[in-house]
Structures are given as C-alpha cells and as structure tokens.
C-alpha cells in the first residue's frame, strides 16, 4: 500500500460545485501539504499544517480551503469550483525537521467544466 | 524572493551520453536542495537531497548532483543515460527557518533517445 494515499484518483466537476480531495498517510509524519502542479509552473504550494492545530496558507490559497482531521488525514476543498482550478493535485508529507525530504502522493487529476 | 529556475524546458540526450539537468536558486538563508522526479500519471519521487558537507551528493538510480554555493546552483547529473531516465525533473529548495515550505522550479523534460 502507497505511504500516502489521494482519493480520487481522476475527478470530473461543474463549474460552481463544491468537491473535496483527500489525503491519508501512514508515515506518521505531522507535517503535510497540498501542491497544484500546472505545466511550466511546476508545483505551487496551496496550503500546509504542521500539526492537527496548524493550518497555513500558501501562496496560492484563494479559492481553497481546507481541513486536518487527524494526523495522518489533511482535505483540500474547493468551496467553488472554477474552470482555472483545473489542475493535478499533490499531497505531500515530511518529517519534523527541514532537512527532510518530502513524500507525495499518486495525484488527482482534477478538470472543473 | 526566495525562488529556483531550471532554464531548460527540455532537455535530449542520447543513450548512454553523460546528462545534465540545471538548477539555480535564490535563498536568503542556508538552502536545503532537493531533486525529484516525476514519470507519467506518477506522483514525485525523492531522488536525492543536499544538507551539508561534501558538495557532490549521489542519489537513487545512479543519479547524482553538485552543488555549488558560490553559483547558487544544484546541478543533476548521471555519466550514462538510460531511455528509462526519461521523465520530468523538478528541484526544489527548502530554506532553513522557512516554516518548512519547500520551493520547487518549473520542471525540466528530460529525454533519452535510444
């Protein structure tokens, strides 16, 4: 089984609809993120927790929300879809200090129409 | 502003030819420097980082990276390439005391012509 898990996979919405991306790790690392991967932008950060208590905006948090339910559990949430938030979406998670890589997940691919 | 350029959108090299992929950065403090690699529908794969001492880190897959502080620069690199390296390169940089967000560059394509 994959350390950390996104689901969906593959995501169709309408313009306007709320839909919700979620992540599970079983690294047990506090930290995690959420990264949006545009072509020739490479990956932006969206939002980042450091604990179940500690949620911070990345660079491009607008339009996003999001939720650490537990540990090992961090929601993105698009409240709203629009069109240009069409994008792949990456979980990530990494240990307690600086030094330390980061580990991702498989990816959603998500299209707003 | 703290940032990471590849200026290679794409890279080509034949099978079996030395690679190398380009990395520069712009830190206000002392850089943790990472590459990763992304293959088709795959999620990014830790290929090796720099945190201190010897300036030539080797990492998975025969890869490895230099770096250079007085070029702010991070080089990938790997003396014979595979058409199984092909995939998309990403650096990134963390920076100490930088709330642990790590910065990635824009990718480089890396192709391996048989």
């Known amino acids: 089984d994959a350390d950390v898990t996104q689901t969906p996979r593959n995501r169709i919405t309408k313009t306007g609809k709320r839909i919700m991306l979620e992540c599970s790790q079983t690294?047990?690392?506090?930290?995690m993120y959420w990264y949006r991967q545009d072509p020739g932008l490479g990956l932006r950060l969206i939002y980042y927790s450091f604990d179940v208590k500690d949620i911070n905006k990345g660079e491009i948090s607008d339009g996003y929300s999001v939720s650490r339910q537990a540990q090992a559990k961090f929601s993105l949430s698009l409240e709203s879809a629009i069109p240009n938030q069409t994008a792949l979406y990456f979980c990530a998670t990494s240990g307690g200090t600086d030094n330390t890589e980061a580990f991702f997940g498989q990816g959603t691919r998500l299209t707003v129409v | 502003a703290q940032s990471v350029a590849q200026p290679e959108d794409q890279v080509n090299v034949a099978e079996g030819n030395p690679l190398t992929v380009k990395c520069t950065y712009s830190?206000?403090?002392?850089?943790?420097l990472f590459w990763y690699v992304q293959y088709p529908n795959r999620g990014l794969q830790f290929l090796l980082k720099y945190i201190t001492g010897d300036n030539l880190v080797k990492g998975s897959y025969g890869f490895e990276a230099e770096f250079n502080k007085s070029q702010t620069s991070f080089h990938l690199k790997k003396p014979s390439a595979l058409v199984s390296d092909s995939a998309l390169y990403f650096c990134?940089?963390?920076?100490?005391?930088?709330?642990?967000?790590?910065?990635f560059g824009a990718g480089t394509r890396l192709a391996v012509h048989p």
């Open positions: 690294k047990g690392h506090d930290r």
């Open positions: 990134a940089v963390r920076f100490s005391g930088g709330y642990n967000k790590l910065i």
């Open positions: 830190v206000s403090g002392n850089p943790y």
